[in-house]
Protein backbone atom coordinates (compact mmCIF):
# COMPACT_ATOMS: atom_id res chain seq x y z
CA UNK A 1 0.00 0.00 0.00
CA UNK A 2 2.67 2.35 0.99
CA UNK A 3 4.00 1.73 -2.86
CA UNK A 4 0.52 3.35 -4.38
CA UNK A 5 0.79 5.82 -2.14
CA UNK A 6 4.84 7.35 -3.28
CA UNK A 7 3.53 6.73 -6.91
CA UNK A 8 0.65 8.94 -6.46
CA UNK A 9 2.51 11.48 -4.46
CA UNK A 10 4.91 11.45 -7.03
CA UNK A 11 1.66 12.26 -9.81
CA UNK A 12 0.24 14.65 -7.89
CA UNK A 13 3.67 16.81 -7.39
CA UNK A 14 4.21 16.67 -11.07
CA UNK A 15 0.60 18.06 -11.83
CA UNK A 16 1.17 21.27 -9.41
CA UNK A 17 4.56 21.59 -11.17
CA UNK A 18 2.91 21.77 -14.54
CA UNK A 19 0.06 24.07 -13.26
CA UNK A 20 2.59 26.53 -11.96
CA UNK A 21 4.59 26.91 -14.78
CA UNK A 22 1.31 27.33 -17.08
CA UNK A 23 0.16 29.85 -15.26
CA UNK A 24 3.81 31.82 -15.24
CA UNK A 25 3.95 31.37 -18.86
CA UNK A 26 0.24 33.10 -18.65
CA UNK A 27 1.28 35.47 -16.56
CA UNK A 28 4.19 36.31 -18.68
CA UNK A 29 2.01 36.15 -22.40
CA UNK A 30 -1.01 38.19 -21.75
CA UNK A 31 0.69 41.56 -21.03
CA UNK A 32 2.84 41.19 -24.37
CA UNK A 33 -0.41 40.53 -25.97
CA UNK A 34 -2.12 43.47 -24.83
CA UNK A 35 1.02 45.90 -25.36
CA UNK A 36 0.86 44.19 -28.63
CA UNK A 37 -3.00 45.01 -29.13
CA UNK A 38 -1.87 48.91 -27.56
CA UNK A 39 0.46 48.89 -31.04
CA UNK A 40 -2.15 47.79 -33.76
CA UNK A 41 -4.76 50.32 -32.75
CA UNK A 42 -1.61 52.72 -32.59
CA UNK A 43 -0.19 51.57 -35.89
CA UNK A 44 -4.02 52.48 -37.55
CA UNK A 45 -3.95 55.83 -36.05
CA UNK A 46 -0.40 56.55 -37.48
CA UNK A 47 -0.91 55.14 -40.51
CA UNK A 48 -4.43 57.39 -41.18
CA UNK A 49 -2.22 60.14 -40.32
CA UNK A 50 0.30 59.04 -43.22
CA UNK A 51 -2.24 58.51 -45.50
CA UNK A 52 -2.96 62.05 -44.54
CA UNK A 53 0.04 63.45 -44.87
CA UNK A 54 0.47 61.69 -48.59
CA UNK A 55 -2.57 63.64 -49.71
CA UNK A 56 -1.73 66.96 -48.46
CA UNK A 57 1.79 66.69 -50.02
CA UNK A 58 0.84 64.89 -53.40
CA UNK A 59 1.12 68.27 -55.47
CA UNK A 60 4.93 68.37 -54.61
CA UNK A 61 5.41 66.23 -57.85
CA UNK A 62 4.16 68.66 -59.80
CA UNK A 63 6.63 71.43 -58.64
CA UNK A 64 9.30 70.98 -60.92
CA UNK A 65 6.82 71.05 -63.49
CA UNK A 66 5.86 74.35 -62.15
CA UNK A 67 9.51 75.53 -61.30
CA UNK A 68 10.28 75.33 -65.22
CA UNK A 69 7.50 77.11 -66.29
CA UNK A 70 8.30 79.81 -63.91
CA UNK A 71 11.75 79.91 -65.58
CA UNK A 72 10.23 79.97 -69.14
CA UNK A 73 8.06 82.70 -67.81
CA UNK A 74 10.87 84.66 -65.95
CA UNK A 75 13.38 84.43 -69.25
CA UNK A 76 10.26 85.51 -71.42
CA UNK A 77 9.99 89.00 -69.35
CA UNK A 78 13.64 89.43 -69.27
CA UNK A 79 13.96 89.59 -73.23
CA UNK A 80 10.92 91.77 -73.22
CA UNK A 81 12.42 94.38 -70.98
CA UNK A 82 15.78 93.91 -72.85
CA UNK A 83 13.45 94.76 -75.92
CA UNK A 84 12.11 97.88 -74.24
CA UNK A 85 15.34 98.97 -73.31
CA UNK A 86 14.90 98.32 -69.54
Do not use: F
Not at 39 to 52: H, R, V, Y
Not at 66 to 84: H, Q
Amino acid sequence: MNLASESTAGWTIGYAIGIVVVLVVVALVVPILLLAKKIGGQAKSINTGLEGAVHNTASLADLNTTIEAATVIIAGLRRGRNKLGG
